[in-house]
Structure formats: C-alpha cells, structure tokens
C-alpha cells in the first residue's frame, strides 16, 4: 500500500513539473512575441505613396491573418526556396589505375537552373587536384585529370559544386560533398 502511495506521490510530483514547465515555456514565448511586436514596429516605414498615406509596411516579417495570406506567404517561401536549390547527381567514388586519370561521374542534373563548374580538393592536402570547365545544365563529366599525381591507396577528397549565374561570372550557390578517390 505505501509502495501504491509513493508511487502516485511521484506521478503527482512529474505530473506537477510538467505542468510547471509547460506554464514557463507558454510564459516564454509571450514575453518573447510581445517583444517581438514592440520591436518590429521599430523597423516600421510608411509608405510614400500618397494614396497609401498611413499604411504601415513591415521590412522583414509578414503576418498573417488568415489562411490565405498564409498559404500565400507559404507558397511565396518555397518558390524562393526552389531557386536556391541545386540537385545533385554523381558517385562518391573516383577511380584510378595511374592516379592522375580518374574514372568518375559528375553531372548538371537536368532539374537544376544554372550551368556550373567543379572543383575538386584532396582534403589531406588541401589542394585543388581538378578544375573543370563549364558543365551546362544537363552534361556530366565521366573522367578527370588530377594536376597532382597521387600514389596508390584511397585519398578522401571534397568536391565543390559552384552554380553561375547567366553571366557565367557570378557564382549563384555552392555544394560541398565528400568524395573517395581510389588509386589502384
């Protein structure tokens, strides 16, 4: 019977925590959203236009205040989500029977918007082994030549996707992803 009343004892102690830390946490977020809204009115410009005089136009937040608006501002977000991204397609492998030719494969996937270029390091050395040229949206590289010979054994290495702009100058975003490099 005692053991029956410590352990609803210690239900009512957790029980009691949590409630506690739930009330903090509620506590929490509503001192931070009530300082949040005297805060943003700070970053608050009218608009200039005399047709709008007195609208109030927020620089970096948005508030919704309905489902629509949401679903607008949640649309908006991933469409300037999809521009920043940037599929992939290669093996994590290269191979070599020489160490300065590599079998490999590396391609511009055809989902992605800007041309690129990559570069290959030897991590251990930190060296650039493989500079390609411009790999239009849709081509593949199936073979490079490493500037630095290397000896037999496997080398792990980093390639660095760069997407460009149009201008083919402007670099648009960057890809980091390991690589094994496999000398024979």
Known sequence: MDEEKNKNKRLWIILAIVIFVLVAVVAV?????????NGDDANLDPV???SEIGVMAYETSAIATDPETLQDLYNEMLEKAKEGTMALE???EANSSDGTEFSCYIANA???KYDMFVVIYN????????RSGLIPVGS??????????LKP???????VYNQVEDDHATIHAQVNIGLNLNVK
Do not use: A, W
């Not at 977020?29 to 809204?37: D, G, H, M, R």
């Not at 991590?123 to 493989?130: A, C, N, P, S, V």
């Open 29 to 37: 977020l509503i001192v931070v959203l009530l300082n949040k809204k």
């Open 48 to 50: 200039q236009n005399e």
């Open 90 to 92: 290669m093996q994590t």
């Open 110 to 112: 055809i989902n992605n």
């Open 123 to 130: 991590d251990e050395t930190q060296e650039e082994i493989y």
């Open 140 to 149: 593949r590289i199936e073979s490079f030549t490493s500037s630095k010979k």
């Open 153 to 159: 054994g496997t080398y792990v290495g980093t390639i």
